[in-house]
């Protein structure tokens, strides 16, 4: 009787140190099972937390929720920066025309346009990039599409390229990328990805059109349009930089 009270009595204290050294753990914030998750999770910031925002708030910036979201910066991907002066291109349009920057008589900016055919994000901005050339054409910054992807798939060749643009009613040259050298000279990874040049042919914004890609009533944030207006009020655009959201542009295979 004696040894079984001894053993309880062991079993007790046992028990009491271990439900010490759990609380201890928690108030001294060493992770436990219950706190290893939240402990390594980065604080929420500004479009890099996944989920509805905290207290009903809204989130800036591009939408992330999973979208395929460049990920490199402008110095990892190696085309221009901001403030750099973008070379002029001559491109074979889907009306058989050649295109360049120098095509366009006292253009006041570009708009820039790395797009292509297949991708869902693309689709989602055709209209959108159709009301922006309709709207800021005329005023001297005419949108200019470019398809970088690979010929090699049938769907993004230039016969492709030409059956789309006239279901859509495209109002913008669409222009091929022979040989893929112009999509690396200006960094574009994603389609869409625009770069809207100055009259100088600086590069004065890098990114997405606006901050809602799957829903045009939703858009809180126009970035192409408020750095254009920038421009005309004779500021610089802020911000000058978004990650462009899109499918990976397709290369050749070597």
Known sequence: MKKISVLLA?????????????????TSGEPTAENQEHKGER??????RKGPPPHGGERKGPPRGGLPEQTK?????????IGDVATDFNLKNVDGSMVSLDSFENAKGYIVTFTCNECPFSVLYEDRLIALNNEYAPKGYPVI????????????????????????????????????????????????????????????????????????????????KDAIEALEKGEKPSPNFTKAIGCPVKASKA
């Open 10 to 26: 062991i079993i007790g204290l046992s028990a009491s140190v271990l439900v010490s050294c759990k609380n201890e753990s928690k």
């Open 43 to 48: 604080p929420p910031h500004d479009g890099d």
């Open 73 to 81: 910066t402008l110095e990892e991907i190696g085309g221009y920066a």
């Open 145 to 224: 599409a470019i398809n970088p992807n690979s010929p090699a798939n049938e769907k993004e060749g230039y016969e492709a390229m030409q059956k789309r643009s006239e279901d859509k009613g495209f109002t913008f040259p669409y222009l091929v990328d022979e040989g893929q050298k112009i999509y690396p000279q200006y960094g574009a990874v994603r389609t869409p990805h625009v770069f809207l040049l100055d009259a100088e042919r600086k590069v004065q914004y890098i990114g997405t059109i606006d901050d809602n890609s799957k829903s045009p009533e939703d858009v809180k944030v126009n970035y192409v």
